[in-house]
């Protein structure tokens, strides 16, 4: 029909934060619904280092479903991306059946194209799939006209997900609730509270893939009891403490807490049957250079978080970073000098004392990281305005 071929698709195109938690989530007690064990808590990080953006479509003319990630088309028949479309077309019904005008009726019926690209390169093995279900859930809402409370729906993409729908500090609430309706994200305080904190991310070598977060945690909930420990009993007072040091803006108290708890985090991966390992040589030694550093000093002014990889996530406040970034540099000795190792967010110029470099007294590992992103906590998903970032043509497919 003439009509159909004639009609221009409906887009909207998103970009969603990375979030890097200090109390970490490990563990769930439904799968389907993604309802964690324990609560967690996490910093979002800045979007002009780390983002993802998605482009949604909608037209009549369009047969299925599908979506493209990172330049390729992908199945859209997974399990995670049906929960996040069902949820969004279920949601968008009910507001419309409650008498919402702003849900767009007419594209409720339609398909969707979806296309996704993070910003970041997918080897550096940064956790992409928070920052691609926040966006693909963010970008759907805006596409049916549906606002409001969205993180419990992104967290049936992937748990850590639910926490990259806010900008700053965030938290996830565990919940209670059976039907998982009470396991929702809310921020603690937002970007602009701790200007003065800031993240560098130490992409480290890895050699090869480690195990998923999502059967990673699978074998620890079935086999160590060490994290149900953790969950019962320590999660719940650290997410009090962790609460206090962030309003308080107490960088200590911040930092050992985020350095504890990712200890206790790898401590269970080790309790697991058989044990997973993402710390490799390379973490160990940044741990020790921490350490090593803040006793230094004799305070706690650099810490440390690890996810299920190897790459280190380091807090520090912005007058030490210039010193910290070449106290990496010099310790973790990369393959190109100079500018290319570090990305993000300017770092100036220190010399390093040979008081310090003693001090620290490790051996130095040549190549361990690759390059480091310098970059602070930043706001949530946003809209983009500009037609011409659109990731779908007007005919509504990738360009
Ligand atoms: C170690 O959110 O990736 O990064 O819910 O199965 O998708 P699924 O897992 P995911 O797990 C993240 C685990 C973590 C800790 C954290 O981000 O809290």
Redesign the pocket.
């Known amino acids: 029909m003439p009509e159909e071929r004639t009609e221009q698709p409906h887009i909207v195109t998103c970009t969603a934060p990375v979030?890097?938690?200090v109390?970490?989530?490990?563990g769930?007690r439904n799968e389907d619904l993604?309802l964690?064990i324990n609560s967690?808590l996490?910093v979002t990080l800045h979007q002009d280092q780390l983002k993802t953006t998605t482009t949604v479509a909608t037209s009549r003319s369009f047969q299925e479903d599908r979506i493209w990630l990172n330049g390729k088309e992908e199945d859209i028949t997974h399990p995670?991306l049906q929960s996040c479309l069902r949820e969004i077309r279920r949601l968008a019904r009910k507001r419309r059946n409650d008498g919402d005008s702003g849900v767009d009726s007419a594209s409720l019926s339609h398909k969707v194209h979806i296309c996704s690209v993070n910003n970041f390169p997918t080897a550096a093995g940064l956790?992409s799939?928070?920052a691609g279900?926040a966006c693909l859930v963010y970008t759907l809402a805006r596409v049916f006209g549906v606002e409001g409370e969205l993180s419990g729906i992104a967290?049936q993409?992937?748990?850590?997900?639910c926490?990259s729908m806010y900008g700053g500090f965030v938290q996830?609430i565990m919940g209670n609730k059976e039907d998982g309706k009470d396991s929702l994200a809310q921020q603690v305080e937002p970007e602009t509270h701790w200007p003065e904190l800031r993240i560098l991310v130490l992409v480290a070598s890895a050699e090869r893939k480690p195990v998923?977060?999502?059967s990673?945690?699978q074998t620890s909930v079935k086999t160590s009891c060490l994290l149900k420990h953790r969950a019962e009993s320590v999660v719940p007072g650290r997410m009090v403490e962790m609460t206090e040091a962030i309003r308080k803006k107490d960088f200590a108290a911040f930092a050992e807490l985020t350095m504890k708890d990712s200890n206790q985090?790898h401590a269970t991966c080790l309790d697991t049957y058989p044990p997973i390992f993402?710390l490799n040589h390379v973490s160990q030694q940044i741990i020790s250079l921490v350490h090593r550093y803040n006793k230094h000093y004799g305070e706690t002014r650099v810490a440390y978080t690890?996810?299920?990889g190897p790459n280190a996530v380091i807090f520090t406040l912005q007058q030490h970073v210039p010193e910290f970034v070449h106290v990496v540099q010099h310790f973790f000795p990369p393959e190109t000098n100079g500018a290319d190792f570090i990305k993000g967010l300017p770092v100036n110029c220190a010399s390093l004392s040979e008081e310090l470099k003693q001090g620290i007294g490790l051996e130095p590992m040549p190549k361990g990281i690759n390059y480091i992103i310098s970059t602070k906590a930043g706001p949530g998903p946003c809209v983009v305005e500009d037609p011409t970032q659109q990731l779908l043509s007007s005919d509504g497919f990738p360009k």
Do not use: L
């Not at 109390?23 to 490990?26: A, F, G, M, S």
């Not at 993409?157 to 997900?161: F, L």
């Open positions: 979030n890097i938690a109390i970490k989530y490990w769930k993604i964690p967690s996490s995670r956790a799939s928070a279900f967290r993409g992937s748990g850590s997900a926490r996830w998923g977060s999502t990673g945690m985090f993402y690890f996810d299920a």
